[in-house]
């Protein structure tokens, strides 16, 4: 075998007697109709001159203690076959949640003499369809699958077997229960320990020709923005003759078929055979499908490119967006009574390519409607990239073209949960969140605790809870006389308030129960309260040690009310503005902010002699309104075109009027604008409030009415900022620690989370784009290593925000936008000599674009009169002298 260091081990030579032995063997499976006893089914092929006999002997495996269970012996060979039936009374079954495996011992014997023993690993269990549905020992199921390629970052498809061991470990202790061998069937080891490990699996033949689509498809000028199904009517009938529907392809379709089936059969796993991908529907499928269910009836057939099902034993579809799912599942194959006959399934969904997938609740809450809908898989596992060194020195994960390869499919091969080296990202936690096998909800005061597993309960599981205060970081200000000032930086941390054990009760598969929530004497309703349970396994299994963390529930138990930070306006002295003609300084106690009267926007804000915002070199500004972020690889097919069409990568700032107005204890200065594009006939009037207070406390309104022919929807509604590059330690009381957005953010949580640098907070994307946006932020604080800091929070007011919740997004890079936009690898990126900080009150989802439906739309950021805004305090230790 192969290893991860290019070095051979393990390879055995295996000796096979000439004459007289064993050729093949076939060990089927079968359970009672209460699916309680059992029989293994045993048909040997045996190459024999002589008088021979056949035993099998059914043993537990030496890690069960390797007792014998059952056996059978023969001697009537007919037509170089035995067969044997060997009942066994109630075995443990074989199922991707209970993985037990027996072994088979098998031994051909000639005039009494052992000739040749063979051993086979397989598990008991039954695959039919049942009342429609994919039933294993009687039981429906439901796939939370991915497709895998295999692919090594360093060995491109020469994968090593302990990588792909590594490969579905990630895949159980992140909630994965099913595997497609996408497309063609894996290394048999990969099967070997999907065995043991447990995972439902759809093997698939070596078929694929998609190719011919284009052959037919671009004569016709057919765009790939047409409807899927539209296009499917226009091409693939005439695709499918040149090999799917032509009799003479049959053999060669046949033989891929047979391959596959003679050489997996063994593997209890594999519940389903796959008959190819997107190689259209023909007579040649039809073959393959007779061929499996004549040489193999104990398992289903799956093939995605046959839409009447009629060569499958299920529908099959890739891609749908949610709308078109519904009606598939309501419709495809139904009787007028409601009843069908076959299940669906998404052979291949949610695109997880770059910043993405979103939608992944969205689908999973199908599949928990629809018990027809029996899940799918994720297309895919992860990236195909291949490290490279090139000769100027760069180091990256290349993809296609990075060779001088064509043709390619660009960056289209970086589509996985995984990284190339193989680890996750942001999509695999995500996916392990939405498809955990234990939901909870509230139930009044009460927990329901939800088990939707298909086969065990819940006594694997410990329930851990804790029951958290949240902490914030305010500023204590006392004053010395009436010459000194003290700023005096406090943090509070989150405070363990409970924390403890549940007892769970016996909740059977696709059950419920409620629970008394625990409790704590006393919650105030001026902090934010959380609740956080923990479902833990008990004990160490192959894929995850004793700890493991299988699912998790968080629910808020009190909200603070919004609160207006101090500004001790009646405290200090009256900030001062000094004018010299086109920057206004508004000055105070040890702090200034100056202000581009030309052009309408803050240029420098200084605290204690310490620049707490910069002028940006090409705006010329240290804080502007922004709609525009990096394109992900999801934005690109529809989003980006759109929204450059209409100019929002390229909108500009003019000013209207400006004016600025001392008031007790402050100085607010109010602007309009006029933020457009060149040429074209929209924009939005945005009028700015900028209120600079006494204690140095700055805060931003801002009102945006659209006008023109406006866009219907812009990548996010917020504020640009430039701090200096030392502001690059970051606290701040929201969801974290990793990113989100509105479709993807479930695998976040609730927390104050803390990091020491910028370059925490992104997300190493092996093709660069927009990444690191973080949700539901109370407060954010950005620290410099002179003691220091910035904290942000959205501002109060109903007249000035849109977002009752108190909350609001952030972002904070060393990458520019068009860095981001630009760069073909991270190593093409180039860094700030600044700490670049987004506010927003909107932003977009990610959605699945890139091959699927795109953002949902509550979930895009409309085109629409919004408010928004945010106060910025300066926090420090430093004593300053007030004049």
């Known amino acids: 075998m192969l290893t991860e260091t290019g070095i051979f081990r393990d390879v055995h030579l295996i000796v096979l007697p000439s004459e007289d032995r064993i050729e093949d063997w076939f060990l089927k499976t079968d359970l009672d109709s209460k699916y309680q006893n059992a029989t293994l089914n045993a048909t040997v092929h045996i190459k024999a001159k002589s008088s021979v006999k056949v035993s099998v002997v059914i043993r537990e495996l030496p890690s069960h203690g390797g007792e014998v269970v059952s056996s059978a012996e023969s001697a009537d060979l007919v037509d170089g076959q035995i067969h044997l039936s060997i009942p066994v009374e109630n075995p443990k079954k074989w199922t991707a949640e209970t993985p037990y495996l027996y072994s088979a011992e098998i031994s051909l014997s000639v005039a009494s003499s052992n000739t040749q023993t063979v051993h086979q690993r397989f598990g008991f269990r039954k695959v039919e369809l049942k009342n429609g549905l994919i039933s294993v020992n009687g039981n429906p199921v ?9 692919n090594h970052p360093l060995f491109g498809r020469a994968v090593p077997l302990d990588f792909v061991r590594k490969d579905l470990l990630l895949m159980k202790s992140h909630n994965i229960n099913a595997l497609r061998c996408s497309h063609y069937p894996s290394h048999p080891g990969l099967f070997d320990i999907a065995d043991e490990l447990g995972l439902w699996v759809i093997d698939e033949a070596d078929l694929e020709c998609h190719g011919f689509y284009d052959a037919v498809a671009r004569p016709q000028d057919i765009p790939e923005e047409m409807d899927y199904e539209k296009r499917k009517k226009l091409t693939f009938a005439k695709a499918a003759k040149y090999t799917s529907d032509n009799p003479s392809w049959k053999a060669a379709y046949l033989d891929r078929m047979e391959r596959m089936v003679q050489r997996d059969k063994n593997h209890t796993c594999i519940i389903i055979w796959s008959l190819g991908n997107e190689a259209f529907y023909g007579q040649n499928h039809k073959a393959m499908y007779d061929y499996a269910k004549e040489a193999d009836p104990g398992r289903l057939v799956h093939y995605e490119g046959d839409p009447q099902a009629a060569s499958a034993d299920m529908y099959s579809y890739m891609y749908p967006s949610v709308e078109r799912l519904i009606k598939l599942v309501e419709t495809e194959g139904v009787e007028e009574d409601g009843s069908f006959e076959k299940p669906v399934v998404l052979c291949e969904y949610a695109h ?42 760069k180091s990256y994960y290349a993809y296609g073209g990075d060779f001088g390869d064509f043709p390619n499919d660009g960056t289209f091969v970086m589509d996985g949960l995984l990284f ?25 005061e009460n927990l329901k605790v939800s088990n939707l597993y298909d086969f065990v309960g819940l006594k694997h599981l410990t329930a851990t809870y804790k029951i958290e205060e949240l902490g914030e970081e305010y500023v204590v200000i006392s004053l010395s006389c009436r010459t000194a000032l003290f700023n005096k930086l406090t943090l509070r941390r989150s405070t363990l308030l409970a924390s403890g054990t549940l007892e769970l009760p016996a909740i059977a598969p696709g059950s419920s129960a409620t629970i008394q929530a625990p409790a704590v004497a006393t919650i105030t ?18 894929w995850a040690d004793a700890g493991h963390e299988v699912a ?18 009646n405290a200090l002295s009256q900030p001062k503005c000094l004018d010299s003609g086109i920057y206004t300084t508004i000055q105070g106690s040890g702090f200034s902010v100056v202000f581009d009267r030309a052009r309408g926007y803050i240029t420098k804000w200084v605290s204690d002699g310490i620049s707490l915002l910069e002028a940006d070199p090409a705006t010329k500004a240290a804080l502007l309104p922004s709609f525009w972020r990096a ?9 980006v075109p759109y929204w450059k069409r209409f100019g929002v990568d390229a909108l500009t700032s003019q000013l209207r009027s400006s004016t600025i107005t001392s008031h007790a204890g402050y100085v607010s200065i109010d602007t309009v604008t006029f933020i457009s594009p060149p040429v074209l006939d929209w924009g939005f009037v945005a009028t700015t409030k900028y209120t600079v207070s006494s204690a140095g406390t700055l805060s931003i309104a801002v009102h945006l009415k659209p006008t023109g022919y406006i866009p219907a929807h812009v990548p996010r509604i917020g504020l640009d900022l430039r701090l200096p590059v030392g502001f690059n330690t ?8 990793g990113e989100s957005y509105p479709d993807k953010g479930s695998a976040q949580r609730i927390g104050v989370w803390t990091a020491e640098s910028v370059a925490e907070l992104q997300t190493p994307y092996e093709v660069p784009q927009e990444n690191g946006n973080r949700m539901g932020t109370r407060w954010v604080t950005l620290r410099s290593p002179h003691g220091v800091a910035i904290r942000a929070t959205a501002g109060p007011g109903e007249e000035w925000s849109d977002n009752s919740e108190g909350t609001f997004n952030w972002l904070a890079s060393r990458h520019s936008t068009a860095s981001l936009e630009n760069a073909k690898h991270p190593c093409d990126l180039e860094e700030e000599e600044a700490t670049l900080l987004r506010l927003d009150a909107h932003v977009a989802g990610v959605g699945t674009a890139a091959c699927g439906p795109g953002v949902r739309e509550d979930l895009l950021v409309k085109v629409e009169e919004t408010r928004f805004s945010f106060v910025l305090e300066r926090l420090g230790s430093r004593k300053v002298v007030v004049s």
Do not use: C
Request: hydrophobic share 30%; glycine share 10%.
């Open 142 to 150: 439901q796939f939370h699958g991915v497709n895998r390629h295999d």
């Open 352 to 393: 997880a390519m770059g910043n993405g997938p979103g939608w992944l609740e969205d689908y999973q809450e199908l599949f928990r409607t629809y018990p027809r809908l029996q899940g799918g898989f994720i297309w895919e596992w992860a990236n195909h990239g291949l490290w490279k060194e090139d000769s100027n020195g």
């Open 730 to 737: 970051i606290q701040w009381q929201g969801l974290g620690p």
């Open 420 to 444: 190339s080296a193989h680890k996750p990202a942001p999509g695999l936690l995500e996916l392990k969140k939405v498809i955990e096998p234990v939901k909870v909800s509230m139930d009044g």
């Open 552 to 569: 998790w529930f968080q629910h808020r138990l009190s909200t603070p009310k919004p609160t207006t930070p101090a500004t001790l306006s």
């Open 631 to 639: 394109p992900t690889d999801n934005d690109s097919p529809l989003s």
């Open 525 to 542: 309703d001026s902090k934010e309260t959380y609740l956080t349970l923990s479902f833990l396994s008990r004990e160490s299994t192959a």
